[in-house]
């Protein structure tokens, strides 16, 4: 195959006429190469196969002429690598005078001798005549390629007239296209139209068989005409019938759903009642224990003060007037007004003997037991025998002490002992400045609980002191209360006031 690059020869008698003419390394292809003229060519595998040869035998070609990472044996294969690396290698072609030398080199050997030696008499007069004999590709292949470059006008001519023809071409393959495409069209529409032909005439065949039929039916239809009146009527007057029992068989399904829910309701209902009754019994064994157990303390009760009873009185009488005037009140009033009754009757007893008894002098305001002064036990023989002169008097089970507040205004605090709990209620301070401010909290040796009942300063306004000298004790008040309780310590804080000893 032929080198692109020039041989010596031609190189040193170049270069002793100096720069006259232009190195065919440096010819660059026209501005108006047709791109599918290069495409129709790669297309050929003998082009392809050249190309291949002239990338191993040319160094650096292969860089020029492929796109990078394809390698020359990409070229050789019957599909050419695809349309788009002939696509990039015809632009390559176009842009890069290596590149357009070698596609010379490759196509001037697929061009015959005879097609060379016509571009010496080629003309725009002859053009037509030349292009008959050799074919217009064939020229301008001839003319691109030569050796000599030809006259632009002359390639330019031959361009026009190969873009003519291809554009011929094209239209008349795409005539020749439809027209295959429309005489497969007719032979497909003649082939049915036979097949129609033929449907048609069984289908008038059958139309005839049919009449026939119709005819021996219709016969056969006058004879059994009162059959089918009275088929119909029977079967009109079962359809009603049938008609009359759905709508009785719908009536019972929902007779039967709306008793099903009635059921499931009342299941429903039975097992709340049952749930609920032995809820209340759980609660009525609860409620009679608790009974018992009041019943016992009550009956062992007494009082140590009488301040104390007055303010029971007192809460009774608050109660019963807040209480609505209702029927479900009722019974709540009563036995508050029972209650109250029996308050008044214990205060009564104790204060019986102290009318008769002379009151020392010397008696504390506040008895500092809460119980009261037992008298000796008769200690029993040591031999056993019992003494029917004296008996043991027990110790009450439930006592009240009241540690301010009774009998005076502010300062509420009472202390409720049932023997092995002692529970506080309320820890107010005096309003009036008189006497000590907050009960001595540190004197009572033992306190399980405290209960407030309310958010105002006579019942809550020592809580600082008593939790700073409890401050694990339980404190219990309703959730309004709590809140209360803390604006209320809080105000009067800030206006300056406070507890002996550094409590806030």
Not at 210 to 239: F, M, T, W, Y
Not at 248 to 259: F, K, N, S, T
Not at 314 to 335: C, F, I, Q, W, Y
């Amino acid at each position: 195959m032929s080198d692109p690059k020039p041989k010596d020869e031609e190189i040193e008698a170049r270069g002793a006429d100096g720069d006259a003419g232009e190195s065919p390394l440096d010819r660059r292809p026209p501005n108006d190469l047709p791109e599918e003229l290069v495409m129709g060519r790669l297309g050929r595998l003998d082009t392809r196969r050249a190309l291949a040869e002239l990338c191993k035998s040319v160094p650096g070609l292969d860089e020029v002429l492929l796109p990078r990472g394809i390698r020359a044996d990409a070229l050789t294969r019957k599909s050419g690598g695809g349309a788009a690396l002939l696509r990039g290698v015809a632009r390559r072609i176009g842009g890069d005078p290596a590149a357009w030398g070698a596609f010379r080199t490759a196509v001037q050997e697929q061009i015959p001798p005879e097609t060379f030696d016509a571009l010496e008499n080629l003309s725009r007069e002859n053009l037509e005549e030349m292009a008959e004999a050799h074919t217009t590709e064939g020229l301008l292949l001839a003319a691109l390629t030569a050796d000599e470059e030809r006259d632009p006008a002359i390639i330019e001519a031959l361009t026009e007239a190969w873009r003519t023809e291809k554009g011929a071409a094209q239209k008349k393959a795409s005539e020749d296209a439809h027209v295959r495409d429309l005489e497969a069209e007719l032979e497909r529409l003649k082939g049915e139209n036979e097949r129609l032909s033929f449907a048609s005439r069984a289908a008038n065949e059958r139309a005839a068989a049919l009449a026939e039929e119709v005819d021996v039916l219709n016969g056969e239809r006058s004879g059994a005409s009162d059959l089918v009146r009275k088929a119909e009527e029977q079967a009109a007057s079962a359809l009603d019938a049938r008609n009359r029992l759905d709508e009785r068989l719908a009536e019972l399904e929902r007779r039967g759903e709306q008793l099903e829910r009635a059921l499931e309701g009342e299941r429903t209902a039975y097992s709340r009642a049952a749930e609920r009754v032995d809820e209340l019994h759980e609660e009525l064994g609860r409620v009679a224990d608790e009974r018992d157990r009041i019943k016992n303390a009550l009956q062992n009760a007494r009082f140590t003060d009488d301040g104390f009873g007055e303010l029971l009185v007192r809460a009774v009488k608050n109660e019963v007037g807040a209480m609505p005037a209702s029927l479900d009140s009722a019974a709540r009033t009563a036995h508050l007004l029972e209650f109250m009754g029996k308050v008044l009757q214990a205060q009564a007893d104790m204060r019986a003997p102290r009318q008769h008894a002379p009151k020392p002098a010397e008696e504390e305001a506040e008895d500092p037991d809460p119980s009261p002064a037992t008298p000796d036990p008769v200690r029993p023989p040591e031999n056993g025998s019992s003494s029917n002169g004296g008996y043991a008097r027990q110790r009450p089970t439930l006592s009240f002490r009241a540690l301010g507040g009774a009998g005076e205004v502010g300062g509420s605090s009472h202390l409720l002992d049932f023997g092995a709990t002692r529970v506080l209620v309320d820890a107010g301070i005096k309003p009036d400045g008189r006497g000590p401010a907050a009960p001595n909290f540190g004197a009572i040796d033992k306190i399980d609980a405290a209960v407030i009942t309310h958010a105002h300063l006579d019942h809550c306004g020592a809580l600082p002191l008593l939790v700073r000298d409890r401050p694990g004790l339980p404190i219990y008040c309703t959730p309004p209360s709590a809140k209360l309780i803390v604006s209320a310590l809080n105000d009067h804080a800030a206006m300056g006031g406070g507890l002996p000893g550094g409590a806030p």
